[in-house]
């Protein structure tokens, strides 16, 4: 019995060694104008693979899922490339200051490049 209490108090605590993060997100609309805020989130569901899922309506549906992401960060900037539903759908990348103090959204172009959107997302880390 002291040992079933040990482990239930061990894992008890490793939710709280999962790496993720949460950042405020701003939708656009079609007409280009700011629409609702919601959120960004980014987690590490197995070593090394990452998820990131946007919570904010409208949404494009090419986004309404959870996705594959890829993660490179420095100390200035968490840089997440996230992999869309469907093919014919361009790639999103989001660059994120590593302090939490803001970021933007860039696409990728056809010719493999990434473009801003033009457009504030509002990217704030939460937590």
């Known amino acids: 019995m002291k040992y079933l209490l040990t482990l239930v108090g061990i894992c008890s605590f490793l939710p709280l060694f999962a790496w993720g993060q949460e950042w405020s997100y701003q939708t656009i609309g079609a007409d280009r104008l700011p629409q609702n805020i919601g959120t960004f989130r980014l987690s590490e569901p197995k070593p090394g693979q990452f998820v990131g899922r946007i919570n904010a309506a409208p949404l494009d549906r090419c986004f309404q899922s959870e996705l594959k992401a ?58």
């Open 70 to 127: 890829k993660v490179e960060s420095t100390t200035e900037q968490i840089l997440v490339i996230l992999e869309p539903l469907f093919s014919g759908c361009p790639r999103l990348r989001l660059v994120l200051n590593s302090d939490g103090s803001g970021g933007r959204r860039e696409v990728e172009q056809s010719d493999g490049s990434w473009k801003w959107d033009d457009r504030e997302r509002l990217l704030k880390r939460l937590r």
